[in-house]
């Protein structure tokens, strides 16, 4: 048991020494402070490095937004601010929020300028995902600050450093709170923020437990008290930074929860032969839950809805608005473009296989012919086209093709002409598979 204790001692301390390849301390201090300061070049690249994320964020493009991160020298003044507590140097702290406050105000304004003057004010995904910090963001910060820590330790530098840069990701969240300046929405402004505030104070609190536990030598107070003050200090923008991101956690998790069950409940339950879901909505707020389902084809009765309803609590969605739009209302809301995608996708789900590769729509064709004859039974015909849809399959060279014919009324018309018609249209172009959606 012993000799046991032994190897596993020696297997720790072995693989898991941090002192053997440690450079030294007067090194290690003189890298990060040298990366404090923003002037100079550091201060040129840093204003590139905000153009660049903010283009990458502006056209929705991760690997632009990681090259900007590669630019970037933020890190330095944040880690500075961590080294300068660890090793108890109030000036290295105080240089380096100056730095980081210098910095912080120029990428904002950098971005803000750029987010006036683009012709492109969609927010993209990559940029909406820097408006809603949780705690997993607390989390990447500090084992990042961590990595970086022990990068900027060693001897031999490698790309730790790099990769802390693309995974904690400071720059990003500074250019879309320049976005939510030039568009006028302080909320993403507050949630961008609020993630660097994050990251950096995160990256700080590792770097300084990093340089502790590497027990780098230390300016000792003459008064104690100050420690004590630097320590108080320390937990609690520790404890006000975490404790709302656990919340936003908290809020995310179950907003992920509802959606999934809400498309669940919309994939099982909403099959019927004459009626098809165009579109679906689920909204997630502090005053309502809801589910808004676009319908089209025969209307579902009340005993039908109601069924709905109840079925909902098999999926955990008790106290869930579900809001069914359908015939009228329905029809005020669709236009042709979405029941042409609508239908494009169910056939494509219900014939095509795995193997399928490709689906290529063609071209509506306006049968002026067949227009003409169908408004001597159907006068209140404005517009008629067929559309037919090829598949072609990864094994074989064969295309299976699948009519769809789109017809629109001035008014609406019952179910049983509509049925008639798509047999009469069936039995005119020969294709007893054409089917017809109309409008």
């Not at 009626?275 to 839950?289: A, G, L, P």
């Amino acid at each position: 048991m012993n000799q046991l204790s032994k190897k596993l001692q020696y297997f720790f301390t072995h693989r898991f020494n941090l002192q053997d390849d440690k450079a030294d301390e007067t090194e290690i201090i003189t890298s990060i402070r040298k990366n404090i300061d923003f002037r100079g070049a550091n201060l040129w690249a840093l204003i590139f490095a905000i153009f660049i994320a903010s283009i990458g964020l502006n056209v929705n493009s991760t690997a632009v937004i990681i090259g900007a991160m590669l630019i970037s020298p933020i890190m330095g003044p944040v880690m500075g601010i961590g080294l300068g507590i660890g090793i108890n140097d109030l000036a290295m702290v105080k240089k380096g929020g100056k730095n980081l406050l210098v910095a912080t105000l120029v990428s904002v304004i950098t971005s803000s300028i750029y987010f006036s003057i683009t012709p492109l004010h969609e927010a993209q995904s990559e940029l909406l995902a820097r408006t809603s910090p949780s705690i997993w963001d607390v989390f990447i910060a500090f084992f990042g600050g961590l990595a970086g820590m022990v990068a900027a330790s060693r001897k031999e530098k490698n790309n730790v450093v790099p990769g802390v840069a693309i995974a904690t990701a400071l720059m990003p969240p500074l250019c879309t709170a320049g976005f939510g300046i030039a568009t006028g929405n302080w909320l993403y402004v507050l949630g961008a923020i609020y993630l660097y505030f994050i990251n950096s104070v995160f990256i700080a609190i590792a770097t300084y437990l990093m340089s502790r536990y590497l027990n780098l030598q230390r300016t000792h107070f003459d008064d104690p008290a100050v420690q004590k003050k630097v320590s108080r200090y320390l937990i609690i923008i520790v404890v006000v930074t975490i404790l709302p991101s656990i919340y936003m956690a908290y809020r995310i998790v179950n907003k992920s929860i509802f959606e999934n069950n809400a498309r669940k409940f919309v994939e099982q339950e909403f099959h019927f032969n004459n009626t098809q879901v165009v579109s679906k909505t689920f909204t997630y707020t502090n005053d309502k839950k809801m589910i808004d389902i676009l319908l089209i084809g025969s209307v579902l009765d009340k005993p039908v809805i109601d069924s709905l309803k109840h079925r909902m609590n098999g999926y955990r969605l008790r106290n869930v608005q579900l809001n069914i739009r359908q015939g009228l209302n329905a029809r005020q809301e669709i236009d042709f473009s979405q029941i042409k995608a609508s239908i494009l996708e169910d056939v494509f789900n219900k014939q095509t296989k795995p193997d399928t590769i490709r689906l290529t729509p063609k071209p509506i064709n306006h049968d002026s012919t067949v227009l003409a004859e169908l408004r001597v039974f159907y006068p209140l015909v404005t517009n008629f086209g067929v559309s037919k849809i090829a598949v072609q399959r990864a094994d074989t060279n064969l295309v299976d093709t699948q009519r769809v014919a789109l017809i629109r009324f001035s008014k609406p018309k019952p179910n049983a002409d509509i049925q008639k018609l798509q047999a009469w249209l069936q039995k005119r172009y020969n294709s007893p598979k054409l089917k017809l959606v109309a409008q």
